[in-house]
């Protein structure tokens, strides 16, 4: 088996999501990648005894993964089939930037905000380290959270917002905002992003959302928020675009 195919993967069916960390299990389910199989046929091809192959299917089948059906030919016999969607798999660097997170975690006991800091960039990025795609999820539930949060602004002009906006970020401690004119902010000290691994993109997808829905709630207008420097990219800080529409 490759690097690649011991890695834990994540597998989604109707009632719950599973992680399958097991090689054999991993195996198996390689094998019914396949097509449909007797369990003598993946006995043979995972070389292991009976009562072992009938332990991991039994369990695959319990965990919603596998199921079987009675063999047309001869009802004795089961085949054995996938009855779950792969989401994803621990991928390299992603796993490795996960564990220098995990390093940079047992370094902050007793600091709360630095360790919820963590915490938030462990799940974040642990997602990741699986194969899940978690960015849009997390824009569009900062961009409602954004909403929320600009409702409750009384402002007149887009400076009365900025302000408003950069009061918001260092107050709660999300980083300290420099407003270029109306189109370009600058964040140090960024919570999305700061003590992150330099992993080859930016990070702060949530903080976008965020923008786009204060601006949205506060003023009634629509933009787009792009980030295009971030401690994620290599910069020591973030820098976001907005455009108007």
Not at 124 to 153: Q, T, Y
Not at 205 to 229: K, P, Y
Request: with cysteine; hydrophobic share 30%.
């Amino acid at each position: 088996m490759s690097d690649t195919d011991k890695k834990p993967r994540i597998f989604s069916n109707d009632s719950r999501v599973v992680v399958i960390e097991s090689k054999t299990k991993n195996r198996i389910i390689d094998i019914l990648k396949e097509g449909e199989k007797h369990a003598s046929q993946i006995r043979e091809e995972l070389g292991k005894a009976k009562s072992t192959t009938s332990v991991h299917l039994s369990d695959l089948k319990d965990l919603g993964i596998i199921d079987e059906k009675e063999d047309s030919e001869d009802e004795r016999k089961k085949i054995f089939y996938l009855s779950s969607q792969l989401l994803g798999k621990s991928e390299t660097p992603q796993d490795e930037h996960y564990r220098d997170i995990l390093d940079n975690l047992k370094d902050v006991g007793g600091k709360r905000y630095e360790f919820l800091k963590g915490l938030f960039h462990l799940i974040r990025h642990g997602l990741d380290s699986f194969g899940l795609d978690v960015h849009p999820a997390l824009k569009e539930i900062g961009r409602d959270a954004g909403r929320a949060i600009g409702e409750d602004m009384s402002v007149n002009s887009r400076d009365e917002l900025f302000k408003e906006i950069s009061d918001f970020w260092d107050s709660t401690g999300l980083g300290k905002m420099e407003v270029k004119e109306d189109k370009e902010l600058i964040v140090e000290e960024c919570f999305d992003c700061s003590d992150m691994p330099e992993v080859g993109h930016t990070l702060c997808s949530l903080d976008e959302g965020m923008l786009e829905g204060v601006i949205e709630g506060a003023m009634g207008e629509e933009v787009e928020v792009i980030e295009e420097e971030c401690h994620g990219s290599g910069a020591d800080h973030c820098k976001f675009k907005i455009e108007w529409t």
